[in-house]
């Protein structure tokens, strides 16, 4: 990852999530506004996704 | 700097933005008072900047070393979610018939009226090969998902449900109902099956909803529908899917009430597809629908801040994974090549394969049958190639705009009915583009984790953390 390249205000809390990380930048407002915001996450593309039916991870239980 | 697209790599070094080799960044107006978005369509990178650094950021410095060594990587990652993926899903089609008669649906009105139920037998065979097809090409411990889809499943229940119980094993299984059949023995059957069962609602109230949903006799079945959605509270996996007609638009805001009061955990609200020449009659203003949609969305936050709990609308929350999560997409209308024939295909009641529901009336898409022909030759076939090699670079003015990645100008089949071209876009494009600005103010204003199910990035790596 960049961010141990990277200097300046860029690094943040060491206990955050990567995206708690990124959306903190912005966060503050009584703060300066961040010049530059921009993250990213991955996993790997799985592929099902039906247009008219929202796949759902957690299976359907018993009622 | 290793170019993004090494098969089209001229001989630059690519030391500038914006010529030779250099990264083609964007910038677009996302309409937030202090920001502005940077974005690299192919590689699905974007920066939100300052927008009175914007030209000093963009230029150079530092976010641009950063995008210069990871441009490789995420170029990888699109290519691998447009061209690499398998199918892994199937709309199963087990009756030709429905019970209403809705303007806008994309099967033929004289199969829905008197067509065909796939029988028991054809139906546990069709099962089967595709249990055989799918053990070839699923990674071990993945299942791939059935969905019975329609015209209405549940006129053909009997096979349905014989087909799950069968292969509870093989298959995760869902159906998509318009709900008038939903009674107390079969929610309890797919309760006890582990079936996620989606309804269709389209408004608040019989008056809005019966205009565009109604059976052949013109009688509305909203009642129905609401006893039905009583009976689905507290069901782990249930949906609602609502369409976007100009006879429901300005209702958008009060069905998100309507939904959030009942408890329903995820919805999706789908703009009208225009394929068939009926649904045309109720097709809703681009520009409109994206001002009601967005209030909509703007109503779900507020409930939620309110309440505590969550109405996941499911199309737009797949738009904020586009931007944040380009691997993480559920839903894949939205990138180009869709997800038609690609990443999921279509069986019909005779065993007929199609890319997708929305070619079922259109026979010249039909890429072979499942029970005479091989399913990976029918993939490759023709029908299914103009479908799954329909590129947004190949498209005006998609080709030139720097949200095609988030976007993916849906629906090939409305783009071949209505604008006589797969090289064409669909009926809707401000309806995204709004969209998408809306998306990057959420993230802009650090709101985007209330639009997204708790939890939405465990798993995911992180490939880019930079602020600044």
């Known amino acids: 990852m960049d961010a141990g390249r990277l200097s300046g205000s860029f690094f943040l809390l060491q206990t955050a999530s990567a995206n708690e990380r990124c959306m903190m930048a912005v966060k503050n407002p009584s703060k300066k506004s961040k010049t530059v915001v921009a993250c990213r996450k991955s996993c790997k593309a799985k592929g099902t996704g039906l247009s008219h039916y929202i796949l759902m991870d957690k299976k359907a239980k018993k009622k | ?468």
């Open chain 2, 1 to 468: 700097m290793t170019p993004a697209h090494p098969e089209a790599a001229a001989p630059s070094r690519g030391r500038y933005v914006g010529t030779g080799n250099g990264p083609a960044l964007q910038a677009i107006d996302i309409r937030h008072p202090r920001y502005a978005a940077l974005i690299e369509p192919d590689t699905a990178f974007w920066a939100l900047l300052r927008r009175d650094k914007l030209a000093e950021v963009a230029l150079g410095g530092e976010l641009v070393r950063v995008y210069r060594k990871k441009a490789a990587r995420f170029a990888e990652e699109m290519r691998t979610l447009r061209f690499g993926l398998t199918p892994s899903a199937v709309y199963f089609n087990p009756t030709e018939r429905c019970n209403l008669n809705c303007t806008y649906c994309y099967i033929p009105e004289g199969m829905r009226r008197t067509g065909r139920h796939m029988s028991r037998q054809k139906l546990l065979s069709a099962l089967e090969v595709l249990k055989h097809y799918f053990r070839g090409t699923m990674p071990k411990g993945s299942l791939p998902q059935i969905v019975f889809h329609g015209a209405e499943p549940l006129l053909n229940r009997d096979a349905v449900f014989a087909g799950i119980e069968r292969y509870a094993q093989d298959f995760r299984f869902g159906i998509q109902t318009n709900a008038t059949l939903l009674d107390d023995s079969a929610l309890a059957f797919l309760g006890q099956h582990e079936v996620s069962v989606g309804i269709s609602l389209d408004a608040p109230t019989a008056a809005v909803a019966d205009r565009t949903r109604s059976n052949w006799e013109g009688r509305g079945v909203h009642p129905q529908v609401l006893g039905a959605i009583e009976r689905l509270r507290g069901y782990p996996a249930w949906s609602v899917i609502s369409t976007i007609s100009s006879e429901n638009l300005r209702h958008l805001v009060p069905l998100v009430d309507f939904l959030h009061a009942r408890e329903v955990p995820t919805c999706l609200m789908n703009i009208l597809r225009t394929t068939l020449p009926r649904s045309r009659q109720v097709k809703p203003d681009d520009a409109a629908a994206a001002r009601y949609f967005l209030a909509a969305m703007e109503r779900t936050r507020e409930l939620y801040q309110r309440t505590g709990r969550k109405l996941i609308v499911g199309n737009f929350a797949n738009i904020l994974l586009a931007i944040l999560a380009p691997s993480a997409r559920r839903l894949m209308c939205d990138i180009s090549p869709c997800g038609g024939g690609r990443c999921f295909f279509a069986v019909t009641p005779n065993g007929d394969l199609f890319p997708c529901s929305e070619f079922i009336g259109l026979e010249e898409f039909c890429g072979g049958n499942l029970f005479r022909e091989d399913i990976s030759a029918v993939l490759q076939s023709p029908a299914f190639r103009l479908v799954t090699g329909r590129r947004i670079e190949d498209i005006d003015p998609c080709r030139h705009c720097a949200i095609r990645h988030f976007c993916g100008a849906p629906c090939p089949a409305e783009a071949h009915q209505v604008n006589g071209s797969m090289q064409k876009t669909g009926a809707f494009c401000e309806f995204y583009e709004e969209q998408v600005r809306y998306a990057f103010r959420l993230i802009a204003d650090e709101k985007v984790d209330d639009f997204l199910w708790d939890g939405w990035d465990e798993g995911m790596a992180s490939v880019l953390d930079f602020a600044r």
